[in-house]
């Protein structure tokens, strides 16, 4: 039974993990532009980010929740942010790409930096956790801070290890596109500017109907 909460944690944090979002999209260009062992430490950081956020949520979901009704300009930030950095994708990808060969800077922690900003920074995934942990406790079984400290640390582990694997599945995936010709990192480029702003646009819908 209690190995049902690392089942439980896995499966939520791929569900929540899967849609194209800033932390994907930092982990495929980073494996298209350096590898995949640099774009691994974006995952583990954003891995922690991840639990970091389940764990607020299971604390404070009322909270939270009314922080983020009356605070109306944070959603509007991250909208405006996901917008212009979409449109920046789509720009790049209508350049030609310059035959010079940027040199590598291995920078570690800023990696794991960028990764930890990412997932933290991002008030739609707080919400995603609440929703879940609610779900999990109206229809599943009990979840709360106060259960058992094995079967909340399996949970979270669940999470963890969910988080990062659909990240590195993302990063492999961008690496294959590295491996290939010119052409499919402009169509990559593409693909992420244009999911960008199509997320910025529905969110913007869901605000304004809000």
């Given at each position: ?11 939520v944090?791929?569900?929540?993990a899967i849609?194209l979002?800033a932390?994907?999209?930092?982990v495929i260009?980073?494996?298209?532009k350096?590898d995949?062992?640099?774009a ?10 991840e ?8 604390h404070c979901?009322v909270?939270?929740?009314n922080f983020?009704?009356?605070n ?9 942010l996901?917008?212009l950095?979409g ?6 990808a ?7 060969k940027?040199p ?14 990412l ?12 929703l ?7 229809y ?6 106060h259960n058992p400290?094995p079967?909340?640390?399996?949970f979270?582990s669940?999470?963890?290890l969910g988080?990062?694997?659909t990240?590195y599945f ?14 499919s990192?402009?169509k990559?480029h593409?693909?992420?500017g244009?999911?960008?702003?199509t ?11 809000a």
């Open positions: 039974m209690i190995l049902l909460y690392l089942l439980l944690g896995t499966l944090a791929v569900i929540g849609p979002g932390v994907n999209i930092a260009n980073t494996s298209i350096e995949i062992k640099h691994s430490y974006i995952a583990l950081a954003a891995g922690i980010g639990v970091v956020l389940a764990l607020f949520a299971l979901s909270q939270v929740s983020f009704q009356e109306k300009w944070i959603q509007v930030t991250f909208i405006a996901f917008f950095i449109i920046y994708f789509m720009i790049r209508n350049k030609t790409d310059s035959t010079k940027r590598k800077i291995k920078l570690t922690k800023s990696k794991f930096l960028t990764g930890f900003s997932a933290i920074l991002n008030p739609p995934v707080i919400i995603y956790w609440m879940a942990i609610s779900f999990t406790n109206k599943l079984f009990e979840l709360t801070a400290i079967s909340l640390f399996l979270f669940g999470i963890y988080k990062i694997g990240l993302y990063g492999k995936w961008g690496n294959k596109m590295a491996e290939k010709q010119e052409g990192k402009t990559l593409k693909i992420i244009i999911a960008l702003i997320l910025s646009v529905f969110q913007s819908i869901k605000f304004a109907i």
